[in-house]
């Protein structure tokens, strides 16, 4: 009997179901803790990209409109990341 691709990776994905099943959603612990930690790792580098950014305003350095942009893409990024992976594994 011949699988086609689809087929291998439904199968796959059963048995990845079941095994994590058997165990009790023991990982979702683990996944609750690195969502928190992404969150304030966002946190503490949005923090030293602001200070890092006035300082640059203040000095009266070039555009700073770039830095902005990356610092707010940045954050908005790992607390999303760090939301999804909350929501993913807690549901």
Known sequence: MKFST???????????I???DA????FSSYFYHIGNLMIVIGGIVGLIAAIKIYNNWQIGKGNVFHSVTNLFLGSLALLTIG???????LL
Do not use: D
């Open 18 to 20: 079941l095994r994590y």
């Open 83 to 89: 939301g999804i992976i909350k929501a993913m594994f």
């Open 6 to 16: 689809i087929e291998i990776i439904v199968i796959g994905l059963q048995q990845a």
């Open 23 to 26: 165990r009790g959603g023991a």
